[in-house]
């Protein structure tokens, strides 16, 4: 359904994004993760038409949405801020978008801003940052668009309404709606995506999320036969997530070539516990080292 | 079909750009009709010295053109709402380019099903539609009044006509370039900057070259001014030519063909460049000075061609050689060479939140 190839953009020439490419099929709900100025809200900006690329182009439905924005009355972008809205009423921006997107749902709309308790008739400028947020993600899941977009949409909002936004858009993926969210809530995305398009160095990496850190980095518990082998711990396969007393969490790199198991095994420690490994462990493990791009 | 399918994709755009400029729309035609309409009624229908005026015109009147001085006041109501009309068009543009780069209003116009062009054309007829009706209305209001005055005897209907057409290529030749240069600007800031240095710039351009010349022995325009008898040089006539306030400010007998096409071409030129500009328009460069590189070149060394000249006009006042003008010039002309263009490209690399 989405379909990105090549892409590339430079701001004040540096590069963001170099020979960026991926897929999502129709119904599936991707996150997009990478450090913050990593250059996450640029691809989303690429991808819905805002930023134009250097190089390389977004289809949708086989289509470029660059050469024929047309093809975006089934793709909505929610920003991570609705300013754009201020000076609206909820009704206002459903009327509006009602007329723009064939499929929108005003009694959705309505529902989901009852639910989430906010004023379907008070200006949007008037919200509070997490109101804001929430009713930015009701207008654009009430296009029934069959892509969205979101730039973090948790984004300010208090626990309890981070839950609301996080089941509705777990509703919108049940429903067959495809997504495209970026966030830091790794938790939360390992839950509800089938891929996870990890931003880094300009590049995307697509990992399935039920089997993220498959082949890649294993996590473990470990307690050495005395002393703990600190150039072991220093290279490069290894990470150190804890250390307590004798007892260590690693991340090991178990890729094809990496020799860090089998010397694990050479040195024969008193306990080798795997664990399961997270999304958060494959973040550090992937973007640890990284600086800020910003 | 195809229209109606056409303004079936144009109506949430205008919908979204009258929301925008809701302020505009009914105040735009509101202070109009206090240039032009009130003040027409208060000279024909409310003030005592209306008969007095029909008298003096009825014993003076001689030539074809006293008509319009002594009853129609040479169209210098009509110029007062043409002024009033392009600063309004120059604050909307402002609304709807400048001000949308800030608050995120463009991304989510970008973000739509819907070509650049398209939502330029939107924002275009908007600002055309309203600075029409406008002109229309108030101009059937003047007429209505002319037409209920003691000098109804002297209601002329191409005068308004005139008028009307006159004005609207006025403020839409205004409009246009507002909106072009809001285009090509990154901020509120640099557009509203531009857009008055540009207003003026092709005169203040001229008298900058004319002085740098003269300088240097050189003269591009006739000396003595306009009393003397001397002829007019190429510098007067582009002067004239170039002088935009000039054909806004046009009394009624100074309206000619030559005028119209030139505004018809200059709203042609600007809207079609505003187009393309803003088709290809890079919103990761908002906030900048100038949003495209080719504007930043043009507007590096158009600054630093203008600030020099200035320079050199400083030094031909503060440095009196001996050798001559041009010294004093050349000095003052290198050393605000180098200071500009550090200037410039210090304020080309800053990004700026307004």
Redesign the interface.
């Known amino acids: 359904m989405l379909k990105a190839r090549h892409l590339s953009?430079r701001?004040d020439g540096k590069p963001v994004l170099t020979e960026v490419g991926f897929e999502l099929e129709a119904g599936k709900v991707a996150g997009l993760i990478g450090r913050n100025g990593a250059g996450k809200t640029?691809l989303l900006?690429i991808m819905?038409?805002?930023?134009?690329p250097d190089g390389g182009e977004v289809l949708f439905e086989d289509r470029s949405i660059h050469r024929e924005?047309?093809?975006?009355?089934e793709?909505?972008?929610i920003?991570d801020?609705?300013?754009?809205?201020?000076?609206?009423t909820g009704w206002?921006a459903a009327y509006?978008f009602g007329?723009?997107y064939p499929r929108f749902d005003p009694v959705y709309f309505k529902d989901t801003m009852n639910r989430f308790g906010l004023p379907l008739d008070r200006n949007i400028r008037h919200f509070s940052k997490g109101m804001r947020m929430m009713f930015s993600t009701a207008l654009g899941l009430s296009t029934r668009a069959r892509l969205v977009l979101l730039d973090e949409p948790t984004n300010g909002i208090d626990p309890i309404a981070k839950k609301q936004v996080l089941t509705l858009l777990m509703e919108a993926a049940a429903d067959g709606m495809s997504l495209v969210v970026s966030s830091h809530l790794l938790e939360e995305l390992e839950r509800m995506t089938d891929a996870i398009w990890i931003l880094r160095s300009g590049t995307v990496e697509t990992h399935a999320s039920e089997s993220a850190a498959e082949g890649i980095v294993s996590k473990l518990q470990v307690v050495f036969q005395g002393d703990a082998p600190a150039a072991w711990l220093n290279s490069a396969d290894v990470r150190v997530l804890d250390h307590i007393g004798r007892v260590y969490t690693l991340l090991l790199n178990v890729a094809s070539g990496s020799t860090a198991a089998a010397e694990l095994e050479s040195m024969n420690p008193l306990l080798v516990e795997p664990l399961p490994v997270r999304l958060e462990d494959l973040y550090v493990w992937k973007l640890g080292g990284e600086t800020y791009a910003n | 079909m195809r229209t109606k399918s056409l303004w079936y994709g144009m109506r949430p755009l205008l919908g979204r750009e009258y929301a925008q400029a809701r302020l505009f729309i009914f105040a735009v035609p509101i202070v109009h009709f206090l240039t032009l309409g009130l003040p027409r009624m208060n000279e024909w229908l409310w003030s005592e010295q209306s008969a007095g005026m029909i008298g003096r015109f009825q014993r003076n009147a001689s030539a074809h053109g006293d008509l319009y001085r002594y009853v129609y006041d040479n169209g210098n109501h009509e110029v007062a709402g043409r002024l009033w009309l392009l600063l309004a068009a120059f604050v909307l543009a402002l609304v709807q380019i400048g001000v949308e780069r800030r608050n995120g209003s463009q991304e989510l116009l970008f973000s739509l099903p819907y070509s650049r062009g398209r939502i330029f054309a939107a924002k275009w007829l908007l600002g055309a539609s309203l600075f029409g009706g406008s002109l229309l209305l108030n101009t059937l209001i003047d007429a209505v009044v002319m037409a209920a005055s003691p000098a109804s005897h002297y209601f002329r209907a191409d005068y308004f006509a005139v008028q009307f057409g006159y004005s609207l290529l006025v403020v839409l030749a205004g409009y246009s370039c507002a909106l072009f240069i809001g285009t090509v600007t990154g901020s509120v800031a640099s557009q509203t900057i531009l857009t008055w240095v540009l207003a003026a710039l092709p005169i203040v351009f001229v008298e900058l070259l004319d002085a740098s010349l003269q300088a240097h022995g050189i003269y591009m325009s006739r000396q003595g001014g306009y009393d003397s008898y001397s002829p007019m040089l190429w510098g007067d006539r582009i002067r004239i030519w170039l002088n935009f306030f000039g054909y806004a400010s046009a009394q009624y007998l100074a309206i000619t063909w030559v005028k119209a096409i030139f505004l018809i071409g200059l709203t042609i030129v600007s809207a079609g460049l505003g187009l393309l500009a803003y088709s290809r328009n890079p919103t990761e460069n908002n906030g900048k000075l100038m949003v495209f590189k080719r504007g930043e070149t043009v507007l590096r060394y158009g600054f630093v061609i203008c600030a020099s000249m200035v320079a050199g006009m400083l030094g031909t006042e503060l440095f009196r050689l001996s050798a001559g003008d041009q010294f004093g010039y050349d000095i003052g002309f290198v050393l605000g060479c180098a200071l500009s263009a550090l200037g410039i490209r210090n304020l080309l690399r800053m990004r700026f939140k307004y």
């Open positions: 953009k701001i640029t900006k819905s038409g805002i930023l134009d924005p047309e093809a975006k009355r793709l909505v972008f920003p801020t609705p300013e754009a809205w201020y000076g609206y206002g509006m007329q723009i």
